[in-house]
C-alpha cells in the first residue's frame, strides 16, 4: 500500500485497520504529543498520563474495527482518551488531592517538585526573562487545574489539542452550546485566577510578555 | 470578558478562536470597531489565550512507544490474514459447536448405556450392590430386623464367621471389605447406586439367592473344617469349647430357631450367675456357642464365658476362649475387653474375682459405636 504521510487520519485509521501498520505509526506520531497534553492537563498527574497515552493508544488498535469513517479521528480518539480519563479519576478519589501536592508542570526540569506555594513566594521580580517564564509555567498550570473539570477539559481540548467545539461536543457527549458555554466560564475563572496571581493579559502584550 | 449575556457572545467566542467563516468574521469585525464592549470581550479572550499560551506542549515520553508499535504492527498482520482467510473465521465458530455436540452426543448415549444397563443387570452386580447396601444398612440398633434375617440366612461355620461380621458388627474395616470381596464388574457400578429401595420384590428375592449361596459355601465348608467352635477355637489346648461347641452346627436347628435358643440359654446362663453358680452359667455359655451364633451376640458369650472360667479359677480355658475373641473380632470392643480381662486376671491373685459385670458390658461409649 502506497502510504502518504500528508493523509487524512480517517484515511490513515482506514489503511491501518486494513492492515498497514505504517499508518498507525503516522498517526501515533501526528497526536501522540496533542492526546498526551490533553491527558496531563486533564489529570493534572504525569506518571498517570503516561499510564492512560499508552492505554488510549492500545484501545486505538483493539477497536480499530469499530471506528466509523464517516466522523473524524480526532473525535474518535479524544473520545476514547477522554473517557479513560474519566474513569481514573473516579478510581483515583484523592486525585485531586495528590495534584495540588504533586509537583507541578510537566516539564520536570521548571519548577517541578516543588508546591505552587513555594513558585509564588519565589515569583519575585525576575532578572531573566527565561527564569520567569519557567516560574510561570507551574503558576499556569495551577491556574487550569483550579478550573471545574468540565470546564478545564473543554479548554484543554480546544486551546492545546485544536480540537473545534463541535468536535468537542462528540467527544465530551453534550450539545455545542453547553461545550462553548463551559468555555466562555473557563475563560472568566482563568482570567480571574491570572489576576489574582498577579499574571494579568498585559504580561502577554507586545515586548512585555513574559512569553516573549 | 462579559459578565452578562451579549447577544453576540459565543459568536465573540467563535471569532477569538477562528471558527467563524471568513464572511462572519469580517461583519463582526466590523461590528467590533463600533462596539467598546464587544471589543473588550473579545480582547479579554485573546489576553488569556495570549497567557495561558505560555504553558507549553509537553512532548509525550518516548517509553513505550516500541511496544506499542510492536502491538499495532502484529494487529495489522492478523487484518491482513483475517481479511485474506475467511475459512479461519469458521473454524473459529465451527469448532466449539462441534465440541458441544459431541459432548452432548457423549451425554446422551451415557445415558441410554446406563439406561439399558440398570434393565440388564447382570445377577453379579444386583448380588454386590445388595451386599454393599446390607453392609451399609446393618446396624443393628436401626434395622435389627433385617439384621437378624440377614444373621439368619448367612449364618455358617467359623471361617464364614468373618464375613457374617462383616455384615452385622457394622465396623468400617469390613464394611471397606465387602464390596471389594465382591468385586463386581465395573460396568454394574452405575446401575448399583440405583437401588430400587421402592422396588422391594426384587431386592428380597436377591437376598433369598445370596443367603442360599452363602448356606451352601458354609455347608461345603464345615465338611471340610468339621465344626464351627472346631475351627475358631481348635487350636486351644484340650478343646474347651470343641466338646460341647463343636457339634452344634451339624446339630443347629432351623436358622430361624437359635435366636431364640441364644436367647434363651442366655438367660439361664445370666440366671446361674446370679445365684452365684458360675460352673452352670459355663454350661448354658457353651450351649449358646453351640447354636452357631454369630457376631456381636457370639462375641458378648465368648465374652462371659470367659470371665466365668477365670472365676472358676479355669485360667488356661479362660485366656483361651479370651484370645478366640480378640482373634475373631480384632479391633472391636469385645476384643478390648477381653484383653483387658486377660491383663486383670494376670495382674490379679488366682483365685481372685474380677468385675463379674464387665464381661457383658463393654464400655459405653463403645457399645454406642457398635450400635
Request: proline share 6%; hydrophobic share 40%.
Amino acid at each position: 500500500v502506497e502510504l502518504d504521510t500528508e493523509s487524512s487520519d480517517e484515511q490513515l485509521m482506514l489503511d491501518f485497520r486494513a492492515g498497514e501498520a505504517r499508518a498507525f505509526e503516522v498517526l501515533l506520531h501526528r497526536h501522540r504529543t496533542p492526546v498526551f497534553n490533553f491527558i496531563l492537563r486533564f489529570t493534572g498527574h504525569p506518571a498517570r498520563a503516561e499510564d492512560l497515552l499508552q492505554e488510549t493508544w492500545l484501545k486505538v488498535v483493539r477497536r480499530a474495527n469499530d471506528y466509523q469513517p464517516k466522523a473524524r479521528f480526532t473525535t474518535w480518539l479524544y473520545t476514547i482518551a477522554r473517557n479513560l480519563c474519566v474513569d481514573s479519576a473516579r478510581k483515583e478519589k484523592y486525585r485531586e488531592t495528590e495534584s495540588l501536592e504533586a509537583p507541578i508542570g510537566g516539564d520536570e526540569a521548571d519548577g517541578a517538585g516543588r508546591s505552587l506555594g513555594e513558585v509564588v513566594a519565589d515569583l519575585g521580580p525576575a532578572p531573566d526573562r527565561a527564569a520567569h517564564n519557567a516560574r510561570l509555567r507551574p503558576l499556569l498550570e495551577r491556574a487550569l487545574q483550579s478550573l471545574p473539570a468540565e470546564q478545564r477539559e473543554v479548554f484543554i481540548l480546544r486551546e492545546y489539542s485544536g480540537v473545534a467545539f463541535k468536535e468537542i461536543a462528540a467527544v465530551t457527549g453534550v450539545p455545542e452550546n453547553t461545550v462553548k458555554s463551559r468555555m466562555r466560564y473557563a475563560l472568566e475563572g482563568l482570567r480571574r485566577t491570572l489576576a489574582e496571581l498577579g499574571i494579568d493579559g498585559d504580561l502577554a502584550d507586545g515586548g512585555r510578555t513574559v512569553a516573549g | 470578558m462579559t459578565s452578562g449575556i451579549h447577544p453576540q457572545d459565543e459568536k465573540l467566542l467563535e471569532l477569538a478562536y477562528g471558527e467563524l467563516s471568513v464572511g462572519d468574521a469580517s461583519r463582526l469585525e466590523l461590528h467590533l470597531k463600533g462596539c467598546s464592549r464587544c471589543a473588550e470581550a473579545v480582547s479579554a479572550i485573546r489576553r488569556v489565550r495570549q497567557t495561558m499560551s505560555q504553558l507549553p506542549a509537553i512532548q509525550a515520553p518516548e517509553r513505550g512507544m516500541d511496544s506499542l508499535l510492536a502491538y499495532a504492527g502484529q494487529a495489522a498482520r492478523r487484518a491482513r490474514s483475517g481479511a485474506a482467510s475467511t475459512p479461519t473465521w469458521w473454524r473459529r465458530t465451527l469448532l466449539p459447536a462441534a465440541g458441544l455436540i459431541a459432548l452432548a452426543t457423549v451425554v446422551v448415549v451415557g445415558a441410554r448405556v446406563i439406561k439399558v444397563a440398570k434393565e440388564h443387570r447382570t445377577p453379579m452386580a444386583l448380588l454386590a450392590q445388595t451386599s454393599r447396601e446390607e453392609s451399609i444398612e446393618a446396624k443393628p440398633s436401626l434395622k435389627r430386623g433385617r439384621s437378624d434375617q440377614i444373621r439368619d440366612l448367612y449364618a455358617a461355620g467359623p471361617s464364614s464367621a468373618g464375613e457374617a461380621n462383616h455384615d452385622l458388627a457394622g465396623d468400617h474395616a469390613s464394611r471397606a471389605e465387602a464390596p471389594k470381596a465382591m468385586s463386581p464388574p465395573p460396568s454394574a457400578v452405575a446401575p448399583q447406586r440405583k437401588a430400587p429401595s421402592d422396588d422391594p420384590e426384587p431386592r428380597h428375592r436377591l437376598v433369598q439367592r445370596q443367603a442360599k449361596r452363602k448356606e451352601r459355601a458354609a455347608e461345603e465348608e464345615r465338611g471340610v473344617a468339621g465344626g464351627v467352635a472346631g475351627g475358631v477355637v481348635g487350636g486351644v489346648p484340650g478343646g474347651v469349647l470343641g466338646g460341647s461347641v463343636g457339634q452344634a452346627p451339624s446339630a443347629r436347628p432351623a436358622s430361624s430357631g437359635w435366636n431364640n435358643e441364644v436367647a434363651e440359654q442366655s438367660t439361664a446362663a445370666a440366671k446361674a450367675k446370679d445365684a452365684g453358680d458360675r460352673r452352670r452359667e459355663a454350661v448354658e455359655l457353651r450351649r449358646a456357642l453351640a447354636t452357631g451364633v454369630q457376631g456381636q451376640e457370639r462375641a458378648r458369650i465368648l465374652n462371659r464365658l470367659c470371665d466365668a472360667l477365670y472365676a472358676l479359677g479355669e485360667r488356661a480355658e479362660a485366656a483361651s476362649v479370651c484370645d478366640a475373641v480378640v482373634r475373631e473380632f480384632p479391633n472391636s470392643p469385645h476384643a478390648t475387653a477381653a484383653l483387658r480381662r486377660k491383663a486383670l486376671e494376670n495382674t490379679a491373685a488366682p483365685a481372685e474375682k474380677i468385675q463379674p459385670s464387665a464381661p457383658s458390658q463393654p464400655a459405653k461409649g463403645k457399645q454406642q459405636s457398635e450400635n
